[in-house]
Every structure is written in structure tokens, then in C-alpha cells.
């Protein structure tokens, strides 16, 4: 690869007054089918599903590697607070939405509510908002066994301000908050090694211990031949310095097999590089890498491997709130290419996994909050259908 890198905790009154006071209990493993998208190559195109076996055959029983369509997200979730009218600051928004998110958690939700299989590990404070987290997963047939909770921090809080165009500016709540405490020793590594892909972000390696955790459960990941699938998520309020998060989210670039970037991360990491110059994305290509996207919102995304590299269409739709849209599209591509890896190296039944992604971001943008606005599979289809047309 080119691009060389260096080998307040928050009391919040009133907004939890609605919330049912209650212990969490670690739930069994929810029985579902789980499906896979495939596509005919009849015009005008029709899509269809396909059903795999159930990921989960049993509720307690780690899942072997090679059989399971698992996704694993590891890292943060967190609180949103996204104010109910664009356009102001986050000092004149007259109300906020309380919204769930938090990057990996926003995948592992829109993973299940695809129809796929996932699971998160992370860990958040032993509040009222960890418990609602908790059971937001929970409800939503995500896998939450590796979750913790963590008596002496709180669960991270994020205000969003929204633009007029719908895109985000954050100030977060993390001094530090539970998911920045996670420890090693709380790794649960069967449903690590049990997954078929390992998805993570880069805030997690911002400070110890959950550094540390974040390097041993990707090792463990890649020791027991699960895809590593690496989406950095640029938060630069986060970070100590510029030259910090480059060097962090470069630090474990060259492990990952699939790799999601925007063209905002393509500039910083490249230091102000054209984003759109395909010579300047190959240099962010390491050898071992399987392919690298590259989001660009509503007109779509481009893809990269080895062999082959193009891009794919957006949907244009009413732009609302832009949180999770990306998550939304990671969720898209992840759930197909955990049902079937050998989409990597046919390009065309990438290129309509792709657009199956890409019609999930667009149809996350057109509700507030990122959890909420996840779509369903039928709802991802209808819109492909309908525009189609």
C-alpha cells in the first residue's frame, strides 16, 4: 500500500424518565430463517430470495465457521440525539429524537432486519440507556450475548446537528463513556471465531483498554479464517490530533479483507488526494485486501479488486438525515457476501449485491436516526422494483 503509516461521563436528567426501570438477562439466541439475496438475469430484472439454513441452530452452541452466515459487529453503541428540525445549531434546535446507534451496532441491526444473522460485542454503561440498547438488539434478533455492561461509566451519548441538506455534525458525550472500557477478559470469543465475517471502526482503538480488545478479538477473528470486513468511520472531534486518527485507522488497514471507505476518508488518509481518481483509491489497495468501496451518498459507490472495478448507481430520494446511511449500506453488502463469499470474484453478481446496498443507504436517509431508519428486505426490494419502473 502506498499510503504508509506508523506501525464525560454524563448525567443526563429527564430524558430517561420514559424508559421502564428494569435488569438486563442475557436472552437466548432467537431461531430465524435466514435468507440470501440472488438475482435473475431475466429482463426486465427480478428479484428474488433464496433461503440458506438457519444460522443459529441451536441457542446456546458456538457456530461453525464454514456453515454460518454470521456477521459479528464489534464496538460502539451509543445514544443519538438528533434534533427535530434541520438547519439549526445544536443550541437553537428546538427538540431532540432520542435515536439508538452507534456504528457497528447500526450494521449488526440492519444486518438482521435483512434477514440475515448477526451479532454485537461491545459494552455499555449499567444505565437506563444500556438497557434499552441492550434490548434494542434484542428485539431486533441481533445477538447480544457479547454484550457488557460496565457499573462505573456511562453509555456514550452523541447531539447530531443537521444541516439543511440533511448531512450530520456530532458532539459526543465520552469522558469516558462504557465502550471505551471494554477489556480483553470480556471478549467472547466463541461467537468471534463462529462468524463468517468480523466488522469493525476505527473508534474503538482511540484509547485502552478497548484497544487492545478491538486488536485481540480481529486476531482471533483472523486466526480462525473469518473475513475481517474494516469500515474507519472518520469522527475527527474524537481523536487527539489529525495525525492520530490517520495513524490509527492505518494501523490496522492492511489485515483487513473488505474495506469500506467515503470519499472524505479517501482525502484525509490520501492528504487532500482526489477522491475520484481511481490511481489515487489503488493506492489505498493493500495485497491481501479482497475489495475496497467507496461510498459517494446519493450517487452511488465504487468497487476494487485484483481482478476488476467499476461503479454502481445511487437512488435518488428526499434526503431527511444522512445518520446510518452508510451502516445501512455496509449491512447490505455484508449480509449478501456472508451467504455467499464467492460474489468477491464475480463482478456481476457484485454489481447487483451493490445495488441492493446502495438501495438500503438511500432508504435509511429518508427517516431521522440511524436504528430507526433502517429499512427491511421488503422494503429494499420494493424500491428496487419501483425504480426499476
Not at 57 to 71: F, I, K, M, Q
Not at 330 to 355: H, M, N, P, W, Y
Amino acid at each position: 500500500m502506498a499510503v504508509c503509516s506508523p506501525a464525560t461521563s454524563l448525567f443526563c436528567s429527564g430524558f430517561g424518565s420514559s424508559l421502564r426501570t428494569k435488569r438486563f438477562s442475557r436472552p437466548a439466541i432467537v431461531q430465524k430463517e435466514d435468507v440470501k439475496l440472488s438475482v435473475s438475469s431475466v429482463e426486465p430484472r427480478q428479484w428474488r430470495l433464496r433461503g440458506s439454513p438457519n444460522a443459529f441452530s441451536n441457542g446456546t452452541g458456538p457456530l461453525d465457521a464454514n456453515e454460518s452466515s454470521l456477521v459479528v459487529c464489534f464496538g460502539e453503541m451509543l445514544i443519538d440525539f438528533v434534533p427535530t428540525t434541520n438547519g439549526l445549531s445544536l443550541a437553537e434546535a428546538p427538540a431532540f429524537k432520542k435515536a439508538p446507534g452507534g456504528a457497528p451496532a447500526n450494521v449488526a441491526v440492519g444486518i438482521a432486519r435483512l434477514g440475515g444473522s448477526s451479532a454485537f460485542i461491545g459494552k455499555v454503561g449499567e444505565d437506563e440507556f444500556g438497557y434499552m440498547l441492550a434490548d434494542i438488539l434484542k428485539e431486533n434478533n441481533v445477538n447480544n450475548n457479547g454484550m457488557r455492561f460496565d457499573p462505573g461509566a456511562r453509555t456514550a451519548l452523541a447531539f447530531v446537528t443537521l444541516k439543511a441538506n440533511g448531512e450530520r455534525e456530532f458532539m459526543f458525550y465520552r469522558n469516558p463513556s462504557a465502550d471505551m472500557l471494554l477489556q480483553e477478559s470480556e471478549l467472547d470469543q466463541d461467537i468471534i471465531t463462529s462468524a463468517k465475517i468480523f466488522h469493525y471502526g476505527s473508534i474503538s482503538l482511540i484509547t485502552e483498554p478497548c484497544k487492545s480488545a478491538h486488536i485481540a478479538a480481529a486476531k482471533a477473528a483472523k486466526d480462525a479464517g473469518v473475513l475481517l470486513s474494516y469500515d474507519p468511520n472518520l469522527r475527527l472531534p474524537l481523536w487527539p490530533s489529525a495525525d492520530s486518527v490517520r495513524e490509527g485507522i492505518l494501523s490496522i488497514w492492511d489485515a483487513a479483507d473488505i474495506i469500506k471507505i467515503s470519499e472524505e476518508e479517501i482525502s484525509f488518509l490520501t492528504r487532500g488526494e482526489d477522491p475520484y481518481d481511481d490511481a489515487v483509491v489503488r493506492k489505498l489497495f493493500h495485497p491481501n485486501l479482497k475489495m475496497l468501496l467507496v461510498t459517494e451518498g446519493p450517487d452511488g459507490c465504487r468497487y476494487y479488486s485484483k481482478e476488476f472495478n467499476g461503479r454502481v448507481s445511487g437512488l435518488k430520494v428526499d434526503c431527511i438525515d444522512t445518520t446510518g446511511a452508510g451502516d445501512a449500506f455496509v449491512a447490505g453488502i455484508l449480509s449478501q457476501i456472508a451467504a455467499d463469499t464467492s460474489l468477491l470474484q464475480d463482478e456481476e453478481r457484485l454489481r447487483d449485491a451493490l445495488k441492493f446496498a446502495n438501495a438500503c443507504g438511500a432508504l435509511t436517509v429518508t427517516e431521522r436516526g440511524a436504528i430507526p431508519a433502517l429499512p427491511t428486505k421488503e422494503a429494499v426490494l420494493d424500491a428496487l422494483l419501483q425504480f426499476a419502473k
